[in-house]
C-alpha cells in the first residue's frame, strides 16, 4: 500500500486556519453597492479575482519547490554529475522561477483592473448557440484554409488554420471544429484542435481546445494549454465581440494557470497595408496572457471585414 504524505496535526491546524481566517475576511468585508449582513452569492465575493492571482501564485510556488527537489533527486541518481553543481543549477532554476510567478501575479492583478474582481463565470444556454458562424470578422467557412507565415528568430512559422466540416458538442453545446497547426522550418511544433461557437447576439465563443506540442525531433512532447469547458473549471471565452469598441477588454478563455488568454480591443475602422492588398475598416486587438507576461509575447492582431 502507498503511504500518503500529509502535513503535521498542528501544520494542518495552522495551514487551514490561515487559509480561512483569509477567506472569511474577504467574504465579510462588503463589496460594492452590498451591505453588511447581507447574503452574498459568488457573484457577490468582492476580491474574487485578487485572491485568486493570489491563491493561483501560492499553488504555482509549491510546483516549482516540487521540481527543484525533483532535480536533486535526479542529481543524486546521476553517477557522471557533480551533484553540488546540479543542486547549484536547480535552485538558480528555482529562483527564476519564483521571479516568473512574481510576474505572472501581477500581470494577473493587471488583468483584474481591467475586467474587475467578479468571478469570471459566463451563464451559458446552449439553445442560444451555433456552430454557423458567420461574424463578419472571424467567419469560419467549411473548407477554408487560411495560411499564415512570419520569420522569427527561431525560424520561419508556417501558420495553417482549417475549419472542418464536422461538428463536436460540448456540454451541449454544438461547435464548429477547427484545426491550427504550426511547423517551424518544416518541423511540426503544433497541432490543435479548437471548438468554436456563436451566440444569437454574434458574439463568436470558444469551448475548449485540445493541444499538442511536439519537440524540436517532432516527437510528442505534452497537450500543454488544452482545456475544454465544464472539465476542472474551466469557462468558455469570447474570441470576437459582435459589435466590438475601442476599450473593449474579455477573456479568450479561462482555466486557471493553463489557459488565460485575454483580448482588448486597441481601435476600429483601421485601414491596413500588406502584400495582398489594401484593407479598411478593420479591427485592431491586443491579445496577450497573464501566464506569459514578457511585453515580447503580445500580439497585435488586425481583422478584416
Not at 145 to 173: A, F
Amino acid at each position: 500500500m502507498m503511504t500518503r504524505l500529509s502535513l503535521s496535526p498542528l501544520r494542518r491546524s495552522i495551514f487551514v486556519a490561515s487559509a480561512s481566517v483569509a477567506l472569511a475576511f474577504a467574504i465579510l468585508v462588503p463589496g460594492p453597492g452590498v451591505q453588511a449582513g447581507e447574503s452574498q452569492g459568488a457573484a457577490a465575493f468582492p476580491l474574487a479575482g485578487s485572491f485568486t492571482a493570489a491563491s493561483t501564485r501560492q499553488g504555482a510556488v509549491r510546483l516549482v519547490e516540487g521540481d527543484f527537489w525533483v532535480e536533486v533527486a535526479k542529481a543524486l541518481q546521476d553517477s557522471g554529475c557533480n551533484p553540488l553543481q546540479a543542486i547549484d543549477d536547480a535552485y538558480n532554476e528555482y529562483m527564476d522561477g519564483l521571479d516568473e510567478l512574481q510576474d505572472q501575479y501581477q500581470a494577473r492583478l493587471d488583468v483584474v483592473g481591467m475586467l474587475g474582481e467578479a468571478p469570471y463565470d459566463p451563464v451559458i444556454n446552449p439553445a442560444q448557440f451555433s456552430s454557423n458562424v458567420t461574424n463578419p470578422f472571424l467567419p469560419l467557412v467549411v473548407g477554408r484554409t487560411l495560411v499564415y507565415e512570419k520569420i522569427t528568430p527561431e525560424g520561419l512559422e508556417h501558420i495553417e488554420v482549417e475549419t472542418l466540416p464536422m461538428t463536436q458538442m460540448i456540454n451541449g453545446v454544438d461547435c464548429r471544429v477547427v484545426r491550427d497547426t504550426v511547423t517551424l522550418d518544416g518541423v511540426l511544433v503544433e497541432d490543435t484542435i479548437d471548438w468554436f461557437a456563436q451566440d444569437v447576439a454574434g458574439n463568436v465563443w470558444y469551448f475548449g481546445e485540445i493541444s499538442k506540442n511536439y519537440d524540436e525531433d517532432g516527437l510528442l512532447d505534452n497537450l500543454d494549454g488544452s482545456w475544454r469547458w465544464g472539465k476542472e473549471g474551466a469557462r468558455p471565452g469570447i474570441v470576437m465581440l459582435a459589435n466590438p469598441a475601442m476599450g473593449d477588454v474579455y477573456r479568450n478563455e479561462f482555466l486557471v494557470n493553463e489557459a488565460e488568454d485575454v483580448a482588448e480591443v486597441l481601435a476600429t475602422n483601421v485601414s491596413v497595408s500588406i502584400g495582398l492588398g489594401n484593407y479598411s475598416g478593420c479591427l485592431q486587438t491586443l491579445d496577450f496572457t497573464p501566464l506569459d507576461p514578457d511585453p515580447d509575447a503580445e500580439e497585435h492582431k488586425f481583422y478584416a471585414p
